[in-house]
């Protein structure tokens, strides 16, 4: 069985790479750091303009009719160039829109085109947001409330996917009520607290889409922290090449070597575990679940590693705000929490795991 990319898969990670390269390379990234500004507006249009938002969404909806495994392409670039645009979560708003019991074919069309954004409000705690029926009559029939954070992109989003438990919701945020940006280590984000209290809400589904909004958020994650460390294993690599230490290239030394080795294996393990976990997502595998949890467990912690690994080759400079290892670190601490930590989801691995033995399927 081949678990390569595709030719057409590989065009388009070319065609994504070069794009990036030229609007989210490193001047680009360090002009927006000294900005203030959420995002970089112009990126965002050139990513929609491409058909990026749509990727994954349905020819007969308006989308580019591809699947997961284009979308984890585009994140893992995404993630290699820490470029600062709320790319997945409007992505993962789309999706679930798209996706709902009585699909939101407006603001599917909106956010598709990138006219507006979206965001998604999840926690591995269920009591974290509450949704109360509301009374009968015209508009959204349920409340939600609650405080969740920090959640991506909500301080530029027009509406919030909300997942409370087994249930999902759609809520629109008017200019009045976005909340404000909040300063973050990671300069190339944009996150807020969302603080809900009683707001008007429509369901989208229960606990299946549910679980396709954490699965897919889990890859996307993923994809995220393997285009991150597998630039920084590029860097590390390049910089034991050019380094010089007792007239040789630290490079020759074996404990660099042992370190861009193990660092390689780290890169390779989420590059596998992250693309068979967006094909499982694409081909409706029963196992989608199970494969999007290894992937955020595996992903998770071999980004520390890498990380880590990265920064010790680099020695001083890679502890300077000019060089951009940084970047990359403090993007990789908020992708291994988002959608469920390793912890979260190898107890959810675990569950799905016992759940087939008593069931009598078995594990595999």
């Not at 990513?47 to 994954?56: E, F, P, R, S, T």
């Amino acid at each position: 069985m081949d678990f390569e990319l595709s030719p057409d898969q590989v065009a388009l990670q070319d065609a994504a790479r070069d794009l990036l390269d030229d609007r989210a390379g490193h001047d680009q990234v360090r002009a927006h750091l000294s900005s203030g500004r959420p995002y970089d507006e112009s990126l965002w249009r050139a990513l929609a303009d491409q058909g990026w938002l749509a990727i994954a969404l349905a020819e007969s909806d308006g989308g580019v009719g591809l699947s997961w495994v284009e979308a984890a392409v585009l994140l893992e670039q995404i993630g290699r160039h820490t470029a600062p645009v709320p790319f997945l979560p409007s992505l993962l708003a789309l999706t679930a829109l798209a996706g709902a019991e009585e699909p939101q074919s407006e603001w599917v069309s909106d956010l598709a085109s990138g006219e507006r954004m979206g965001c998604v409000a999840w926690s591995a705690h269920p009591d974290v947001l509450r949704a109360v029926a509301a009374a009968a009559g015209p508009g959204p029939s349920w409340t939600v409330s609650g405080r969740i954070g920090p959640v991506e992109g909500a301080a530029v989003a027009d509406v919030a996917v909300v997942v409370t438990g087994d249930e999902v919701f759609s809520l629109e945020i008017d200019a009045a009520h976005r909340p404000p940006a909040e300063p973050a280590m990671d300069g190339t984000r944009v996150l807020s607290w969302l603080v809900l209290d009683e707001v008007p809400a429509t369901r989208l589904g229960g606990a299946a889409l549910a679980a396709e909004v954490l699965d897919r958020g889990a890859v996307g994650a993923s994809a995220e922290i393997l285009g991150g460390s597998d630039r920084v294993l590029e860097m590390a690599v390049q910089y034991a090449k050019d380094r010089i230490q007792f007239d040789q290239p630290i490079g020759s030394f074996q404990a660099i070597k042992h370190r861009c080795a193990d660092m390689l294996v780290d890169v390779e393990g989420m590059r596998s575990s992250t693309w068979y976990a967006a094909w499982a997502i694409s081909a409706g595998d029963p196992d989608a679940s199970a494969a999007a949890s290894t992937a955020k467990v595996w992903s998770s912690d071999a980004a520390k590693r890498v990380m880590a690994s990265g920064l010790q080759v680099h020695g001083g400079i890679g502890f300077t705000w000019e060089h951009d290892l940084h970047l990359y670190m403090k993007r990789s601490q908020f992708d291994r929490l988002s959608y469920g930590d390793a912890v979260y989801h190898r107890e959810r691995l675990a569950g799905l795991l016992r759940s087939r033995l008593v069931s009598g399927s078995g594990i595999f």
